[in-house]
């Protein structure tokens, strides 16, 4: 069954949660709505499940536009952040609710209702809790009880706002992998809601990021994370780092330092924003024309990988690098020392409203004004060499 | 040393607390109570049954206990309304409204009962158009009815008020999601979360009617065998000096409502106990 949104818009007030977005899912898709607080996804998949109605624009689910229909009758399955189990019901009742509300000739017998719930439970593996209420339960076993309860109306899509948003790191990792077992298994059409980018980059088949009720870009994990289509989308996935620059023909220049924006190769002369992710910076020992200077201020060691926080001489930004523990060890670096950064990839774009937020992943909503002018650009300005080993 | 066995508390003198508990309950309550039932005790068997079944008697405890259920199951249905409309909308005089329902709480009894009688006389702004209806408040049990309705209202309203703030608009949601109507909403979603409180505050409104006497006495009439309060029979004896009498009847009194109290605590209880909640 697949779901069909194309320009919808939703305001609260003056405020448009939901700014004409259009967005598909095929059949069996798992998609992932991902972005800030308030980027207006959560506002999208209510909408898609009628709890919140569209002022324009249409969503079609499985070929029928549901404008006219209420959440009743859209067979949709819901899951909710904080699960939303009724308390005074055990996990046997609250997932034979579904059935048991539905209109006599409809409804399933006692015995059914009772083969069926059990089945869900089993597969949630909570049959041996059936008879347990809600709050004798863990957060991750709420949330799958309120799986199987939205499973059992055998819904045509499964909606999912923020559904491991209020579960501790550890069982919300193991939660997500079973999400998307349970998925592969049964192939329900599906859409959640998550701002942890890390779980959309793990669990969804899709991710359309979002971004003040428009998205930025739909696309597979591995394509939204590795060729970002605007700035936002590349400091909302992952951490990075951010330089103010100018670029031309094809070189931005960050005050000095060159580094490759062949894609803009047609571009004479424009303020850039140059994002270079922590674990693409190389630390080298000579300065060049592709490097510049920081001093190194802290370490922090984080299993594997070590991050460095760093300052740059000359402008005084923080800086970040990640390095492979034995990497680390070789270069002997103590806190104070000067070393040369060298960014080995980096995403340049044209900076045509300085909105963005700040650098390093850290999200931020507010309208940054106009910033100062860029530097002068670089009188020889020279496409960069590729990084030697140091 | 003590040789109770406790967990440990963040709270010092567990000790003391509960001395201070137990004297000041023994001075509040337990003292003046027994004093009735030591009172009681000066009459013989034979005439305590002569007084507490004489036929006026009787008719005053069946006024008192049905008027107080009856006032208190009426204001559970409509209290329950006036909360949810309170809770879920916001409409010009809100504050106004919520204000409104503690003035039985804050007004002194006298004042109401007077208020009261002077509205549903015959000569009363209601009273005229009802009795010409056929409908007779004032000096009627009736009229006992919507004075205990009046002071128990804002037993309701303020027990449900916060368990319906509290009360997310998730499970709402969560139920249409699944395909209930408003209806089955209503009735397998909302009452059941609501019915601890319902519970507390009925027999809160309960209590406090039972026990009324400013705002009933004026509007009741106080006929004997039809709107004679239990509380005026025996204002009514310890003014003719019986005291053992009255006390006689209070004890009835407080033995019925005990047994009511009692009855509804347990069914209270065994609802949490069988949601398991007991151990949390």
């Known amino acids: ?390 | 040393m003590s040789v109770l066995k406790r967990p440990h508390s963040v709270l010092p003198g567990f000790g003391l607390a509960l001395g201070y508990t137990l004297l000041y309950l023994t001075l509040i309550v337990l003292i003046p109570l027994s004093a009735a039932f030591i009172k009681t005790f000066s009459l013989t068997w034979e005439s305590f049954w002569h007084t507490v079944t004489a036929p006026r008697v009787l008719a005053s405890l069946r006024l008192s206990f049905g008027a107080s259920l009856l006032a208190a199951a009426i204001n559970a249905v409509f209290g329950l309304i006036v909360a949810w409309v309170l809770v879920r909308y916001r409409f010009p005089g809100r504050r106004l409204v919520d204000a409104v329902v503690d003035l039985p709480f804050a007004l002194p009894t006298a004042v109401a009962g007077i208020a009261l009688s002077a509205i549903y006389a015959t000569s009363g702004w209601l009273g005229g158009p009802l009795e010409s209806l056929g409908i007779k408040v004032a000096y009627t049990p009736l009229g006992v009815l919507m004075a205990l309705i009046f002071v128990g209202l804002p037993f309701i309203v303020r027990t449900i008020q916060p368990v319906l703030e509290d009360m997310e608009h998730e499970f709402e949601e969560a139920a249409r999601s699944l395909g209930a109507t408003s209806w089955q909403v209503f009735s397998r979603v909302i009452f059941p979360t609501v019915l601890p409180a319902l519970l507390t505050g009925f027999t809160l409104a309960f209590a406090r009617g039972l026990g009324e006497y400013g705002s009933v006495i004026f509007i009741a009439g106080n006929m004997p065998m039809v709107s004679e309060i239990t509380p005026l029979i025996i204002v009514t004896k310890l003014e003719q000096f019986d005291y053992a009498g009255a006390t006689a009847v209070a004890v009835v009194m407080l033995l019925g409502s005990f047994a009511l109290l009692f009855a509804v605590n347990a069914l209270q209880w065994w609802m949490r106990h069988r949601r398991g909640e007991e151990r949390s």
């Open chain 1, 1 to 390: 069954m697949s779901i069909q949104v194309s320009n919808v818009s939703k305001h609260f007030g003056p405020f448009a949660a939901v700014d004409k977005v259009s967005l598909e899912v095929g059949s069996g898709e798992l998609v992932a709505l991902l972005g800030p607080s308030g980027s207006g996804k959560t506002t999208l998949l209510r909408m898609i499940a009628g709890l919140e109605l569209p002022d324009s624009g249409t969503i079609v689910l499985s070929g029928e536009d549901v404008a006219g229909r209420s959440v009743q009758q859209r067979a949709v399955g819901f899951v909710f952040q904080h699960y939303a189990l009724f308390r005074h019901m055990t996990l046997f009742e609250n997932v034979a609710f579904g059935l048991r509300v539905r209109r006599r000739e409809l409804r399933p017998s006692d015995a059914d209702i009772r083969s069926r719930v059990m089945r869900l439970l089993e597969m949630v593996q909570l049959d041996r809790l059936a008879g347990r209420y809600p709050h004798q339960l863990s957060g991750g076993q709420r949330q799958r009880v309120a799986l199987a309860r939205a499973l059992a109306i055998e819904p045509k899509v499964l909606l999912l706002d923020e559904p491991f948003g209020a579960l501790d790191a550890r069982v919300r990792k193991e939660l997500r992998r079973w999400l998307r077992r349970l998925h592969d298994e049964i192939h329900l059409t599906s859409v959640f809601v998550t701002h942890d980018q890390e779980e959309a980059l793990e669990v969804a088949d899709r991710i359309a990021v979002f971004n003040k009720g428009r998205i930025e870009q739909v696309g597979a994990p591995d394509e939204v994370y590795d060729h970002p289509a605007t700035a936002f989308v590349h400091q909302f996935l992952g951490h990075t780092n951010r330089f103010q620059g100018v670029v031309s023909r094809g070189v931005a220049n960050i005050s000095g330092t060159h580094v490759d924006a062949h894609e803009h190769a047609d571009v004479a002369h424009a303020p850039a924003v140059v994002y270079v992710r922590p674990h693409d910076l190389d630390i080298v020992a000579e300065a060049s024309n592709a490097s510049f200077a920081a001093t190194l201020n802290h370490t922090v060691k984080l299993g594997p990988v070590v991050r460095l926080e760093l300052t740059r001489r000359d402008g005084g930004e923080p800086v970040e690098v990640e390095l492979p523990r034995p990497k680390f060890a070789q270069l002997d670096l103590v806190p104070g020392g000067l070393v040369h950064l060298k960014p080995r990839r980096a995403r340049v774009f044209i900076d045509e409203r300085n909105s963005t937020g700040p650098a390093r992943g850290t999200i931020d909503d507010r309208e940054v004004p106009r910033v100062t002018p860029a530097p002068a650009p670089h009188p020889d300005a020279q496409p960069v060499v590729p990084a030697r080993a140091a």
